[in-house]
C-alpha cells in the first residue's frame, strides 16, 4: 500500500523481560514492521539512583536478542541524545540537555570524566549555594562509542532512531554523517 510501518519497542535482551516489555510480542510486531526501533536507553531510568543511561554493552545484549527475532537490515538501535540529573544523588532524576550541561562545566570549572561502558559524561556538581547533583550525559563521543560497538558485531543494523532532540550536542550529527555504510533514512526511500 506504498506506506511505512515503524514499530519502536521497550529494549529487552530475552524473551522475558519486565513487565512493560513483556507486553510486546517482539517476533510478531518484527514482522510486521518495515522499521523496528529499539529504545536502547533508560537502562537506568529516571527512578533509579545515578547510573549510566545506555550501556554500550547491554546495547549489544539486545541488539543479539533482535538478531533472533528480526531481519537486522530494518532494526534501528536507539541513541539518547540526553542526560539525567540526580539531585543530592537520589531519584527521581531530571532530563537535562547537553548545552545546559556545558554551560555548568564552563561556569563552574566542572570535572568531566567518563563512564567506562557507555563513555557518557560523568559530572558532579559541587558548587556553593547549589545542591549537589549527579550526572549522566550524552555527547559526540558517546554516540561514537555506541556506535563503533554495535557496527564491530552488528554491520548488518539497519541504522538508528534518536530520543531527546533539542539541546543536544551539535557533534552529535558529525558522528552520524561520518558513519561509513550510513543506510539511507527509510522515509525517503518510500
Known amino acids: 500500500r506504498d506506506r511505512l510501518l515503524a514499530v519502536t519497542v521497550h ?5 522475558t523481560a519486565y513487565e512493560a516489555a513483556l507486553a510486546q510480542d517482539w517476533e510478531r510486531l518484527a514482522a510486521a514492521a518495515d522499521v523496528f526501533n529499539l529504545m536502547t536507553y533508560d ?3 529516571r527512578v533509579e539512583p545515578p547510573g549510566p543511561i545506555a550501556p554500550a554493552s547491554w546495547k549489544r545484549e539486545v541488539l543479539a536478542y533482535a538478531e533472533t527475532v528480526a531481519e537486522l537490515g530494518k532494526v534501528r538501535l536507539g ?11 537520589n531519584p527521581p532524576a531530571t532530563t537535562v540537555a547537553w548545552d545546559g550541561v556545558m554551560r555548568w ?3 563552574f570549572g566542572l570535572e568531566v570524566i567518563r563512564e567506562p561502558d557507555s563513555q557518557e559524561m560523568q559530572i558532579e556538581l559541587r558548587a556553593r549555594g547549589l ?3 549527579n550526572i549522566f550525559m550524552n555527547d559526540a563521543t558517546s554516540t561514537a562509542h555506541k556506535l563503533a560497538t554495535a557496527a564491530g558485531d552488528f554491520p548488518a543494523l539497519g541504522g538508528v532512531a534518536i530520543w531527546g532532540l533539542g539541546g543536544e550536542d551539535p557533534q ?9 555504510d550510513r543506510p539511507p533514512c527509510a522515509l525517503k526511500n518510500r
Open 11 to 15: 529494549a529487552r535482551t530475552t524473551e
Open 43 to 45: 537502562y537506568t531510568s
Open 79 to 89: 541513541l539518547p541524545f540526553y542526560g539525567y540529573s540526580w539531585m543530592r544523588g
Open 105 to 107: 562545566v564552563e561556569s
Open 131 to 133: 545542591p549537589r547533583q
Open 172 to 180: 552529535h550529527w558529525d558522528v552520524l554523517r561520518g558513519l561509513p
